[in-house]
């Protein structure tokens, strides 16, 4: 007797193609066998309720004959069955073959060995304003997972010989046979016996027990541009965890965070900052001293400055990160009133009222 597809997919009798293809993918990722909490025979189950559903033709028989389904079906012609490789009822292009072929059975490249690659690592770091604008060097100190200096990451005991694996016969990979929807098919993984090198030593090296790699704290030397935003992220490569028997690395990931200064801010790649002057000196103009990053610089204040009144000088900002050039500073004038003022000051400031009228 049939089994009820339908049920075994979950799903109403008026689902939709779209209904049964989500229905699908969510229950062969749920039971595929390599997973951990796969199961073969009920994978095999899914694959065969979604190949009737997913064909009209075989669908129609289906909802007709019902339970006879099996006995009954191989009126629907030599694609109606379901042993071999039938494309009856699969687009090609476009309808997801790609992706549920992938997502359940990994990249039949070979990428599965990345798994054995060391693991990438995110570190924060804190560099001053004028490390911002200068660039710097620093030195991160970091425990991980290191390439064990006694085999120098090879997981062999130094002088013993290699030898074939037993298991891939120097292939590296491992093949099996998997049955899916599409039919029956090789295939291909690390061996994880050998860890897809091929060989094997005959002895381990003790110090790492054959994984190639030891915990142990490393300084990194990292080189910061002139110009990096506060909290940008620079990639290291290859100075994350090491890899398993020699696999490769993974990447050191570097946040910088820039202190805040206590007279200038930044803005794009310009530099802002503030500079107090007198009344008079707004009124009849002088030359003041402004601090930027690297120097002292002399401005003129011309007669007449207003408060709040922008100034800017060129070329002493930021750094252009990656490119020529830098910003500007940016000066904006605060003038000071004074909140007392002498008898001989009112006296000026009484005259300059009287000729203002």
């Not at 199961?39 to 033709?57: C, H, R, T, W």
């Not at 085999?151 to 030898?163: A, L, R």
């Not at 030397?221 to 398993?244: H, W």
């Amino acid at each position: 007797m049939a089994a009820d597809y339908y049920k075994t997919l979950g799903i109403n009798k008026d689902a939709s193609q779209e209904d049964i293809k989500k229905a699908f993918r969510k229950l062969a990722h749920l039971h595929h066998p390599d997973k951990h909490s796969g199961d073969e025979a009920k994978f095999k189950e899914i694959n065969e309720a979604y190949q009737v559903l997913s064909n009209a033709e075989k669908r129609a028989q289906y909802d007709q004959f019902g339970q006879t389904f099996s006995g009954s079906g191989q009126q629907g012609g030599p694609h109606s069955g379901f042993s071999g490789f039938s494309s009856q009822g699969f687009d090609f292009n476009g309808s997801g073959f790609e992706d549920i072929f992938s997502n359940m059975f990994g990249d039949f490249s070979g990428h599965r060995s990345r798994s054995r690659a060391g693991s990438d690592i995110q570190v924060d770091l804190e560099i001053s304003f004028e490390e911002m604008v200068s660039g710097t060097k620093k030195e991160v100190r970091l425990r991980k997972l290191s390439s064990c200096e006694t085999c120098q990451g090879t997981g062999g005991k130094p002088g013993s010989k290699k030898e074939t694996c037993s298991r891939c016969h120097g292939s590296g990979q491992v093949r099996r046979t998997i049955e899916s929807i599409f039919g029956t098919f090789a295939q291909a993984s690390v061996c994880e016996h050998c860890h897809g090198r091929g060989m094997m030593y005959t002895e381990q090296c003790q110090t790492c027990s054959g994984s190639g790699r030891t915990q142990r704290e490393e300084a990194i030397s990292v080189d910061l541009p002139a110009g990096i935003q506060d909290e940008q992220t620079l990639s290291v490569s290859g100075k994350g965890a090491a890899g398993e028997a020699g696999a490769p690395a993974g990447d050191l990931f570097i946040t910088v965070h820039v202190r805040p200064h206590a007279s200038f801010v930044r803005r794009g790649d310009d530099i802002l900052s503030k500079i107090s002057i007198s009344f008079a000196q707004a009124a009849l103009g002088d030359k003041v001293t402004i601090e930027t990053v690297e120097e002292p610089v002399t401005m003129k204040i011309p007669a007449g400055t207003q408060p709040g009144e922008v100034f800017r000088i060129r070329n002493k900002g930021v750094p252009h990160l990656g490119r020529y050039g830098r910003g500007d500073h940016l000066v904006t004038v605060v003038v000071q009133i004074p909140h007392k003022l002498s008898s001989e000051q009112k006296k000026i400031i009484e005259t300059l009222r009287a000729i203002d009228r």
